[in-house]
């Protein structure tokens, strides 16, 4: 978890916990800036965290996800796949 030190959140992380309204979109927005926030989102996904904004995510969002997604057995692998074939790709037309 080296990531967590490059966390926006690092200094105030009890502000990810909002569960609703302003304290909520201001948590996401925290996150929306965040260097390391697909790595967060992932431990958030294969630690299956049940509470918190995690990586822009709330904790319905990411049951959501978890749901349309079962096959999926390591976020942290999925998403550096997804970055990889990314950073990969011919340029669009
Ligand atoms: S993505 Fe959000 S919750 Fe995760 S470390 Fe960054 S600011 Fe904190």
């Known amino acids: ?6 966390g926006l959140c690092r200094a105030q992380p009890e502000r990810m916990f ?3 309204g302003a304290a909520l979109k201001e948590a996401k927005a925290v996150c929306a800036g965040c260097p390391v926030r697909i790595e ?3 431990y958030a996904l294969d630690h299956r965290v049940g509470h918190g904004v995690w990586g822009a995510m709330t904790q319905r969002e ?9 096959g999926v057995t390591s976020w ?5 796949t997804a970055r990889t074939h990314q950073d990969t790709a011919p340029a669009g037309r």
């Open 1 to 6: 978890m080296d990531w967590v030190a490059q």
């Open 18 to 20: 909002a569960e609703e």
């Open 40 to 42: 967060c989102l992932a």
């Open 62 to 70: 990411r049951r959501a996800l978890l749901r349309r997604r079962p």
């Open 76 to 80: 942290a692998e999925f998403f550096e």
